[in-house]
């Protein structure tokens, strides 16, 4: 099989970005898992229940589970695990956000243990499903690099790890011993295509049998080869613009309209960023650039999906009312910018790129591109060094707060807030109302809440500028069935013969 996107390291804690976590749950469990629709299902815990005295959640692991080494799994693991996570070293997206809710570890036997969290925490199970499990001596002194020279990639997941080159391939032979049941494959060849053409005409030619991330201009034409079939789920991952909310000064890459420097950082103030977005015309990008496959948006989760907002509409496009506001602003004649982003991750990433940019310009924001591969673009815009940049999250736990924390929370390390939040955008009041609603039980007014945190960042602040949910297309050889994934994970475990 051949996959679109890179993996930058195959330690399951260092960075918590997609292809990294679609690695991770080929080789390690976690305690809970998701389906292909985002619903929570038992994972290493075949029970888990909130604690009586109101105070977290009590877990109960399931008998018999194994490493890939025939280390049995035990509590004790899950209490290295959560004390792992916030201590690895130089992470540019830490998994500290679906962790920081637990405050202690209480092991009440081999199989039995209690996340104590200070209270009811009703989204800590979502949470701790994205935090893959590891060995309390395997991985006693494990180092980022000694997971990616393979010594380390022992878990208790469906494959062993039997060679690694980074960039290229993985090789995976089956786990036998897994606990979920037999699989057909006994190895799986998992490549790194990520040209688009090449990864299609790997499939056509028979070098592959599975691929993932296809091209919006070849579905149609995959559709009608007899020898292929498709296969198709809408995501939950967004595609956004965020901007430099850190410097007031000078901001790189935006400078006046004669190339010099602006005193001032102007994506600071709302206006302006108010005006790029009705600059973009979302529907265009949708229709134009994605040929259809997606979904326009103007915030964090899509129609039905639990937090999403009915009354935050998807914005139109208004060039000429952005060209007011960029006046009211104090730039009537706008300014220059450089926008950032990938060329390797995501559906026709670039394209975005190039269509963005020409809406701006159109409103008075000359935008010129620089597009790079996505290992060195992520390292770059973690670092704070662009002022404008594409990127995106997708909402793998299906509950939108660990999106909201993780790239919109008030960067604190340690805490977990703000994990992702390249931008360092923060607003107390977007922060208080996200806390609240991890301590709501009652669902529906969880979801208030979440919404009312939601339109304090999209609408109020226009802290981000959303544009679209990517819908997931793969194709594969016919005689294969996929069970396409909300999440976007492309893994063997979800590939079977047809029957």
């Given at each position: 099989?051949?996959?679109?996107?890179?993996?930058?390291?195959?330690?399951?804690?260092?960075?918590?970005?997609?292809?990294?976590?679609?690695?991770?749950?080929?080789?390690?469990?976690?305690?809970?898992?998701?389906?292909?629709?985002?619903?929570?299902?038992?994972?290493?815990?075949?029970?888990?229940?909130?604690?009586?005295?109101?105070?977290?959640?009590?877990?109960?692991?399931?008998?018999?589970?194994?490493?890939?080494?025939?280390?049995?799994?035990?509590?004790?693991?899950?209490?290295?695990?959560?004390?792992?996570?916030?201590?690895?070293?130089?992470?540019?997206?830490?998994?500290?956000v679906f962790t920081r809710q637990v405050r202690a570890v209480e092991i009440l036997d081999d199989r039995r243990f209690r996340l104590r969290t200070g209270g009811a925490s009703p989204v800590l199970p979502n949470?701790?499903?994205?935090?893959?499990?590891?060995?309390?001596?395997?991985?006693?002194?494990?180092?980022?690099?000694?997971?990616?020279?393979?010594?380390?990639?022992?878990?208790?997941?469906?494959?062993?790890?039997?060679?690694?080159?980074?960039?290229?391939?993985?090789?995976?032979?089956?786990?036998?011993?897994?606990?979920?049941?037999?699989?057909?494959?006994?190895?799986?060849?998992?490549r790194l295509i990520l040209n688009d053409s090449a990864r299609v005409a790997a499939l056509l030619s028979g070098d592959v049998e599975f691929i993932d991330q296809v091209p919006t201009s070849d579905i149609a034409?995959?559709?009608?080869?007899?020898?292929?079939?498709?296969?198709?789920?809408?995501?939950?991952?967004?595609?956004y613009l965020a901007f430099d909310h850190l410097r007031d000064g000078p901001t790189p890459f935006v400078t006046d309209n004669d190339g010099k420097p602006l005193p001032r950082n102007p994506l600071k103030d709302?206006?302006?960023?108010?005006?790029?977005?009705?600059?973009?015309?979302?529907?265009?990008?949708?229709?134009?650039?994605?040929?259809?496959?997606?979904?326009?948006?103007?915030?964090?989760?899509?129609?039905?999906?639990?937090?999403?907002?009915?009354?935050?509409?998807?914005?139109?496009?208004?060039?000429?009312?952005?060209?007011?506001?960029?006046?009211?602003?104090?730039?009537?004649?706008?300014?220059?910018?450089?926008?950032?982003?990938?060329?390797?991750?995501?559906?026709?990433?670039?394209?975005?790129?190039?269509?963005?940019?020409?809406?701006?310009?159109?409103?008075?924001?000359?935008?010129?591109?620089?597009?790079?591969?996505?290992?060195?673009?992520?390292?770059?815009?973690?670092?704070?060094?662009?002022?404008?940049?594409?990127?995106?999250?997708?909402?793998?736990?299906?509950?939108?707060?660990?999106?909201?924390?993780?790239?919109?929370?008030?960067?604190?390390?340690?805490?977990?807030?703000?994990?992702?939040?390249?931008?360092?955008?923060?607003?107390?009041?977007?922060?208080?109302?996200?806390?609240?609603?991890?301590?709501?039980?009652?669902?529906?007014?969880?979801?208030?809440?979440?919404?009312?945190?939601?339109?304090?960042?999209?609408?109020?602040?226009?802290?981000?500028?959303?544009?679209?949910?990517?819908?997931?297309?793969?194709?594969?050889?016919?005689?294969?069935?996929?069970?396409?994934?909300?999440?976007?994970?492309?893994?063997?475990?979800?590939?079977?013969?047809?029957?």
């Open positions: 099989m051949a996959v679109g996107a890179p993996v930058t390291s195959i330690d399951p804690h260092f960075h918590n970005i997609g292809p990294n976590n679609t690695v991770a749950s080929m080789l390690f469990d976690t305690l809970l898992q998701q389906d292909g629709d985002s619903r929570l299902q038992a994972g290493l815990a075949e029970r888990w229940e909130p604690a009586a005295d109101g105070d977290g959640w009590e877990f109960t692991l399931r008998e018999g589970v194994r490493f890939q080494n025939g280390a049995p799994l035990t509590a004790e693991d899950v209490a290295f695990t959560l004390a792992r996570v916030p201590r690895v070293a130089n992470s540019p997206g830490a998994f500290t949470d701790i499903s994205q935090v893959a499990v590891l060995h309390h001596v395997i991985h006693r002194d494990a180092t980022t690099e000694g997971f990616n020279s393979g010594e380390l990639a022992i878990g208790t997941g469906p494959w062993r790890l039997q060679s690694w080159r980074s960039g290229d391939r993985m090789e995976l032979a089956r786990n036998d011993g897994w606990w979920g049941g037999a699989l057909p494959w006994q190895r799986v060849t998992y034409r995959l559709r009608r080869d007899q020898r292929l079939a498709v296969s198709d789920k809408p995501s939950l991952r967004h595609l709302v206006r302006v960023r108010r005006a790029l977005s009705l600059a973009l015309d979302r529907r265009a990008i949708v229709e134009r650039v994605m040929e259809g496959v997606a979904v326009p948006t103007g915030q964090f989760m899509p129609p039905g999906a639990y937090g999403y907002d009915p009354t935050i509409p998807v914005p139109e496009i208004d060039t000429e009312a952005a060209r007011r506001l960029l006046a009211e602003a104090g730039y009537p004649q706008g300014f220059r910018l450089t926008l950032h982003g990938s060329n390797d991750r995501y559906l026709n990433d670039a394209r975005i790129l190039q269509a963005v940019a020409q809406m701006w310009s159109r409103a008075g924001v000359r935008t010129a591109v620089e597009a790079a591969p996505y290992a060195s673009f992520i390292s770059r815009a973690s670092r704070q060094e662009f002022s404008a940049f594409l990127v995106s999250w997708g909402s793998s736990s299906g509950e939108p707060s660990a999106g909201l924390r993780a790239a919109l929370g008030t960067w604190d390390p340690a805490s977990g807030m703000g994990a992702v939040n390249r931008s360092r955008y923060s607003n107390p009041e977007f922060d208080k109302r996200v806390l609240a609603a991890m301590n709501i039980l009652d669902p529906g007014a969880r979801e208030r809440m979440l919404q009312e945190a939601t339109r304090v960042a999209m609408v109020d602040d226009a802290a981000i500028l959303t544009t679209h949910f990517q819908v997931n297309v793969w194709a594969m050889r016919r005689g294969l069935r996929h069970d396409g994934r909300a999440d976007e994970r492309s893994r063997p475990q979800d590939i079977r013969p047809a029957e």
